[in-house]
């Protein structure tokens, strides 16, 4: 859904954005406002994991930030929100003055049903762009839910010129109470399974974190971790014992888990837009972009300006240097693109980790998967690692960078499992920055993906949303640097893809580059 308006800017171009955007490095206030409250004991799945008091506490403290409102009764699929009914309206400027650049931007969305009626609570998952196709800008907004049918997608005005606004409906209200559902009651919705081989017998096995849904009386194969206690579990192959297992890899997706009437939610309309316009007074507003995009390169608002690197200097900025990178695909697409410039020997890449060495500079690039729930097609059992574990392998200092993407295969479980397993990373990372001072540990959000009906089901961005709120929350306060890749995906002209186009992981690079190699002061 995508409705927009075209507005010019003619204020003389001046930069105060680093000045009116901090970074967000404070708690969130979701967290920091709650006032005492019992914690939560309440996991859906391993429910023999029992987390310490404190954990609790965290646990609630990370569930009430991410808390998001549910419809208030189940509605008739013509009562839903419906992009195409729905409306929004520029705010006028505070005493109709002309905009400028460093100004805010409002605009207020309505949202009605397929009736056209206004709806009437919040919920919606909307995102929100300004943007500049002549210009190469463009930034994430923000959206504030009113919860009552209205939203306020707010935008930072940072370049002089034209700029549109584009408000999509990634989700109703309606389906994301489904995606709720599934993720606390079916996490069994995406499995895996591994080969046992032994001799000439060999049989295949479904395996999952806990298993929540075996009959009870079906023997198991525990696969639990016996340093950070991370649970994975196989059903014990008829003939073979456990000490067989061979591999691991994706089993696939169960089937009909949500009626015909909710998938319906799920249907792409090919939606025309709509705009009117009202006058309303606008309203304080408040919002923290992490950058924006300006003739095609991200511009940070972390006070550190974006270096930019052609292949001489990415290789001149990583000699010396150990970059040990861990996680999903999306950490692959990292690895690759950087193994482009160390020329020298690069490993099999069937083999674990992947490897790039340049002897003459004295570079290492490593990348390795995270372990399960990974659900790429084949690892060997071998090759299933931790990323707590490997961190705590790393002796650090200086010359040692970690780079960290965990979350896509996340999104089909109950977010205590993502919980569970970015703790242990944390402490993890606190372990390897007290021994190694100056390493440098870089994180990497989750990023927009497309979406279907099938894909939104298993793997819908508003899981990666959740997850990603999570991400922020617990790696705040640590001497981390984070690249978000929400808002760089969000802000970017591209089609949304799990693999962010090519021109926004050079502006990722850069970014990561320019901490890795932070610009020389002048005398
Ligand atoms: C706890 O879990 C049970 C069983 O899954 C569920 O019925 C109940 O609503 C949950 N309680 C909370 C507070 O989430
Ligand atoms: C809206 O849905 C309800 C329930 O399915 C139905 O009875 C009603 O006729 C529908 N209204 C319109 C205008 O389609
Ligand atoms: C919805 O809430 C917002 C914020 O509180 C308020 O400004 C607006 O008037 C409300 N809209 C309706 C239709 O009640
Ligand atoms: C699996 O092994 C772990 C570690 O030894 C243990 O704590 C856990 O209770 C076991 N799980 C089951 C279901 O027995
Ligand atoms: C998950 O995705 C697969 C295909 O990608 C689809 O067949 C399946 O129906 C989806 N899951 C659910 C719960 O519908
Ligand atoms: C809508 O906004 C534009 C730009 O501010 C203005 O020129 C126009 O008169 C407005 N239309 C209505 C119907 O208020």
Same mark, same amino acid.
């Given at each position: 859904w995508v409705i927009f308006t075209i507005r010019y800017l003619h204020c003389k171009y001046y930069n105060t954005a680093s000045m009116l955007f901090q970074p967000q490095n404070s708690i969130h206030p979701a967290l920091a406002q709650k006032g005492p409250r019992p914690p939560y004991k309440n996991h859906t799945i391993c429910s023999h994991l029992e987390p310490t008091p404190d954990e609790a506490l965290e646990d609630r403290a990370l569930l009430d930030a991410i808390a998001w409102p549910k419809p208030p009764a189940p509605t008739s699929l013509n009562q839903t929100s419906d992009p195409v009914h729905s409306l929004f309206t520029i705010l006028p400027s505070k005493g109709g003055r002309e905009r400028c650049v460093g100004d805010q931007l409002e605009a207020l969305v309505q949202m009605q049903d397929f009736q056209g009626r206004p709806k009437r609570y919040g919920g919606d998952f909307l995102v929100a762009r300004l943007h500049s196709p002549e210009l190469g800008a463009g930034v994430a907004g923000t959206v504030a839910d009113h919860l009552n049918g209205s939203y306020s997608a707010l935008f930072p005005l940072l370049w002089e010129g034209p700029a549109q606004v584009t408000i999509t409906m990634v989700h109703s209200s309606e389906a994301v109470a489904v995606l709720q559902r599934l993720r606390e009651q079916r996490s069994d919705r995406f499995f895996f399974q591994s080969l046992f081989r032994s001799g000439k017998l060999s049989e295949t096995s479904v395996c999952n974190m806990c298993l929540p849904h075996n009959r009870p009386q079906e023997p198991l194969c525990n696969y639990t971790d016996l340093h950070t206690g991370e649970p994975w579990y196989c059903l014990k192959p008829k003939r073979l014992s456990c000490g067989t297992r061979i591999n691991h890899f994706k089993g696939g997706y169960k089937k009909d888990l949500v009626t015909h009437k909710e998938a319906l939610l799920f249907q792409r309309s090919g939606a025309e837009p709509s705009l009117k316009n009202r006058s309303i007074e606008p309203g304080p507003v408040k919002y923290n972009p992490a950058g924006y995009y300006y003739k095609g390169s991200w511009?940070?608002?972390?006070?550190?300006?974006?270096?930019?690197?052609?292949?001489?200097?990415?290789?001149?900025?990583?000699?010396?240097?150990?970059?040990?990178?861990?996680?999903?695909?999306?950490? /692959?697409?990292?690895? *690759?693109? +950087?193994? %482009?410039?160390? !020329? &020298?020997?690069?490993?099999?890449?069937?083999?674990?980790?992947?490897?790039?060495?340049?002897?003459?500079?004295?570079?290492?690039?490593?990348?390795?998967?995270?372990?399960?729930?990974?659900?790429?097609?084949?690892?060997?059992?071998?090759?299933?690692?931790?990323?707590?574990?490997?961190?705590?392998?790393?002796?650090?200092?200086?010359?040692?960078?970690?780079?960290?993407?965990?979350?896509?295969?996340?999104?089909?479980?109950?977010?205590?499992?993502?919980?569970?397993?970015?703790?242990?990373? /944390?402490?993890?990372? *606190?372990? +390897?920055? %007290?021994?190694? !001072? &100056?390493?440098?540990?870089?994180?990497?959000?989750?990023?927009?993906?497309a979406l279907d009906k099938e894909m939104s089901l298993n793997h819908s961005d508003w899981f990666s949303l959740q997850l990603d709120r999570i991400l922020r929350n617990m790696f705040m306060g640590l001497a981390v640097v984070f690249v978000d890749a929400w808002e760089m995906t969000l802000a970017h002209h591209s089609p949304h893809n799990i693999h962010p186009h090519p021109d926004i992981i050079k502006n990722m690079i850069s970014l990561i580059l320019t901490q890795v190699c932070p610009a020389k002061k002048k005398s």
């Open positions: 511009r940070s608002f972390d006070g550190t300006p974006v270096r930019q690197f052609d292949a001489k200097l990415i290789t001149q900025c990583l000699t010396s240097k150990m970059i040990n990178m861990y996680g999903d695909s999306t950490m /692959r697409q990292w690895f *690759e693109y +950087l193994t %482009a410039f160390v !020329p &020298g020997e690069h490993r099999h890449p069937s083999l674990w980790p992947f490897m790039a060495v340049d002897g003459k500079h004295n570079i290492l690039l490593k990348y390795r998967c995270h372990g399960p729930p990974i659900g790429f097609s084949t690892v060997r059992a071998s090759e299933l690692r931790y990323v707590a574990n490997e961190l705590d392998r790393l002796p650090g200092g200086p010359n040692t960078v970690v780079v960290l993407s965990l979350w896509a295969h996340f999104s089909p479980f109950p977010v205590e499992v993502y919980i569970r397993r970015m703790r242990h990373i /944390r402490r993890a990372l *606190e372990r +390897l920055l %007290a021994r190694g !001072p &100056g390493t440098l540990v870089v994180i990497r959000s989750a990023n927009l993906r």
